[in-house]
Nanobody, 122 residues
Framework: QVHVVESGGGMVQPGGSLRLSCAASGNIFSINFMAWYRQAPGKQRELVAAVTSGGRANYAESVKGRIIISRDNDKDTVYLEMHSLKPEDTAVYFC????????????????WGQGTQVTVSS
């Protein structure tokens, strides 16, 4: 099995910054896709940013220019650097990893973190 642990959430004032981390562990053969999603109260979960194993990143239009996703392949960790935060960025942020497990036959996995709360408020 592959497990992930998120950290770095919290409360910040508008215009502030936060850095989220998501570290994977377990039977990892590969991590092909690493992404951050968020879900605000009463809204559907939405993709914030994603990065492939080759380093190609894509972002939601609402966060472009303010948020950077990056990955450390040596540490099996994905980061989300958030700047110029707005109240509408308030949500629970979830990391999602997809790849192949090192178990027999290299089965695919699709693992979600437990979520970390980000609150932007004055």
């Amino acid at each position: 099995q592959v497990h992930v642990v998120e950290s770095g959430g919290g409360m910040v004032q508008p215009g502030g910054s936060l850095r989220l981390s998501c570290a994977a562990s377990g039977n990892i053969f590969s991590i092909n896709f690493m992404a951050w999603y968020r879900q605000a109260p009463g809204k559907q979960r939405e993709l914030v940013a994603a990065v492939t194993s080759g380093g190609r990143a894509n972002y939601a239009e609402s966060v472009k220019g303010r948020i950077i996703i990056s990955r450390d392949n040596d540490k099996d960790t994905v980061y989300l650097e958030m700047h110029s935060l707005k109240p509408e960025d308030t949500a629970v942020y979830f990391c999602n990893l997809q790849g192949r497990s090192s178990s027999r036959n290299l089965p695919l996995y699709n693992t979600w973190g437990q979520g970390t709360q980000v609150t932007v408020s004055s």
